[in-house]
């Protein structure tokens, strides 16, 4: 799939060739060196629990939803350092999901993959060979792998 190998394709692309399971289509996940750019809050009082939305991020999502979709954000095992990434768009949120949402932008995480990303910035970053929306500044994870999409955590 060209979004998994780091490629990107427009959200209206995704529409017309990707079906996924509930809902979801995928986009791309990576975690690239970036530099640090400034967080925004997701809320007033923005917490270690919390995940914090670059305004790049919160316009791109502007851009590419539509109604009641928003970005989920999905830690599953996997990758050459154990974790890795997956960013979606949907529109069902989940009993267990929290929702962040800035600026009209939404962001949806579940309970389990909180525990891994709590207090990390979501990004977007548009470079010369991809655009993606990256994870940055996780304080829950130990090291990454040479590739950016996948991490340890701290035990």
Not at 6 to 31: D, E, F, H, I, Q
Not at 57 to 75: K, Y
Not at 96 to 107: I, K, L, P, S
Not at 140 to 154: D, E, H, L, Y
């Amino acid at each position: 799939m060209a979004a998994v190998l780091g490629l990107s394709l427009t959200a209206a692309a995704l529409r017309a060739v990707t079906p996924w399971a509930r809902g979801s289509r995928l986009l791309a996940a990576s975690r690239g060196p970036q530099a640090r750019r400034e967080a925004s809050s997701s809320s007033p009082e923005a917490g270690e629990g919390q995940i914090h939305l670059t305004a790049s991020c919160v316009q791109r999502l502007l851009e590419i939803t539509e109604g009641s979709e928003f970005l989920r954000l999905e830690v599953e095992g996997g990758g050459c350092s154990g974790f890795q990434y997956k960013f979606s768009l949907d529109t069902i949120i989940n009993p267990d999901d929290r929702v962040f949402e800035q600026g009209g932008a939404r962001v949806v995480v579940d309970s389990d993959s909180l525990a891994f990303v709590k207090g990390a910035q979501v990004d977007f970053s548009q470079e010369l060979i991809r655009s993606s929306f990256q994870v940055l500044n996780n304080p829950q994870a130990q090291q990454g792998c040479s590739c950016g999409s996948s991490f340890s955590v701290k035990l």
